[in-house]
């Protein structure tokens, strides 16, 4: 019987390790593609970005400051 509930604990530690794996290395995908993709970078544009950049003399979304 002993052997039967010391099995059951390991298993279950087992089961709970892979879980929490699995779930540590989908969060650690999803943090290391969100800060690259350009979706999140568009989010982070804002208006307040736009004229932060305008005020240093150059305007990030257009490449007119190059033909100056």
Same mark, same amino acid.
């Given at each position: 019987m002993f052997a039967y509930w010391h099995e059951l604990?390991?298993?279950t530690q087992k089961y709970i390790f892979n879980?929490?794996?699995?779930?540590?290395?989908y969060l650690f995908q999803v943090q290391s593609h969100s800060a690259h993709s350009p *979706?999140?970078?568009?989010?982070s544009?804002?208006?307040e970005k736009a004229l932060h950049y305008k005020s240093l003399g150059h305007n990030s979304k257009t490449s007119?400051?190059?033909? *100056?």
């Open positions: 604990v390991i298993s879980c929490k794996y699995l779930i540590n290395r *979706a999140f970078r568009r989010k544009y804002t208006p007119d400051f190059h033909s *100056a």
